[in-house]
């Protein structure tokens, strides 16, 4: 049966096209579309169905890219990724951790379309070039090429320093608490004097519109927040593969991502947007 294949294969199908697009609402839609066309096929033909099926979600995500591009142009303030809730099972895999972290799907929206897609579909799902070109439409020798750029563009932007696990969950655990009490000095403490806050509110919920430099700037707001909500409870949760926080604004929940590096938190993301928090409480499969 043709839903069989896709069924299987379908947890890795979602985490290539939520790479592809930073958006689990989008990478639903996409494999929607894939499905359609998967059951008109002849399946007697199909030789390796999940190669067959990875390429036929690559090219419905590269044309939902292009359209969300132009999209994005548009949007009011800054544009962060979708957060998802993932098991701490998913840390295990430390490369797929590290593809599906706020951070780098940050990193990959600065490619073009088809170098995100090559860097995807090689650097995570490790597909061979020929494969990427088929997928993509262009010839392997291209697709070199456009793997060499895209690995040396995510290389400058991303962060170099890998910590633990414990260190990343004991300096989270340490932020929300200080977030919680909205004590100053502490929250200035937990952050590198260079710290820099993105928030994503879409337009739809009260969210810095560009990114905010300097731990006394961020502390200070984020101390602000603290003073002027009616509750604020922190929990700390897995997503995207790492411990992250949720809480609640006036009954609104609100997802923070963080990067750590030498023990003090170096980069806040902030998510406000309603529409991007629809599944913070739905378990997502993600695999390789």
Same mark, same amino acid.
């Given at each position: 049966m043709a839903e069989d294949a896709f069924?299987?294969?379908? /947890? $890795?199908?979602?985490?290539?096209?939520?790479?592809? &697009?930073?958006?689990?609402?989008?990478a639903e839609d996409v494999l929607q579309e @894939? =499905?359609?066309? =998967?059951?008109?096929?002849?399946?007697?033909? !199909?030789?390796?169905?999940? #190669?067959? %099926? +990875?390429?036929t979600v690559t090219r419905q995500? %590269?044309?939902?890219?292009?359209? *969300? /591009?132009?999209?994005?142009?548009?949007y009011v303030g800054e544009w962060l990724p979708e957060p998802l809730l993932t098991s701490p099972d998913v840390a295990e895999d430390v490369e797929l951790?590290? /593809?599906? @972290?706020?951070?780098?799907?940050?990193?990959?929206?600065? $490619?073009?379309?088809?170098?995100?897609?090559?860097? +995807?579909?090689?650097?995570?799902?490790e597909l061979p070039y020929g494969e990427i070109a088929e997928a993509i439409g262009k010839s392997a020798a291209t697709v070199r090429q456009i793997a060499r750029r895209a690995r040396e563009h995510v290389a400058a932007r991303r962060?170099?320093?890998?910590? @633990?696990?414990?260190?990343q969950q004991a300096v989270v655990e340490r932020f929300l608490? @200080?977030?919680?009490?909205?004590? &100053?000095?502490? &929250?200035?403490?937990?952050?590198a004097p260079d710290v820099v806050l993105i928030a994503d509110g879409g337009g *739809? #919920?009260?969210?810095?519109?560009?990114? %905010?430099?300097?731990?006394? %700037?961020?502390?200070? !707001? *984020?101390?602000?927040a603290n003073q002027v909500v009616a509750a604020f409870e922190t929990t700390t949760v897995w997503l995207n593969g790492a411990?992250?926080?949720?809480?609640?604004?006036?009954?609104?929940?609100?997802a923070v991502s963080l990067v750590v590096e030498n023990e003090q938190v170096t980069r806040v993301y902030l998510m406000r947007n309603p529409q991007k928090l629809t599944r913070i409480d739905e378990l997502a499969e993600l695999a390789r």
């Open positions: 069924v299987a294969h379908r /947890s $890795l199908l979602f985490t290539v096209a939520y790479e592809m &697009l930073g958006s689990a609402a989008d @894939s =499905w359609l066309r =998967w059951a008109d096929v002849d399946q007697s033909q !199909v030789r390796e169905p999940r #190669a067959y %099926l +990875v390429r995500a %590269l044309n939902r890219l292009r359209t *969300l /591009s132009r999209r994005r142009e548009d951790a590290e /593809s599906v @972290s706020i951070a780098m799907l940050t990193v990959l929206e600065t $490619l073009g379309p088809a170098e995100r897609a090559v860097f +995807v579909l090689r650097e995570v799902f962060p170099r320093v890998q910590v @633990s696990r414990t260190e608490a @200080s977030l919680r009490t909205g004590q &100053l000095q502490e &929250l200035l403490e937990v952050m *739809l #919920a009260a969210a810095a519109l560009v990114p %905010l430099h300097g731990a006394e %700037l961020v502390a200070t !707001v *984020l101390a602000r411990p992250a926080g949720r809480f609640e604004i006036n009954g609104e929940p609100t």
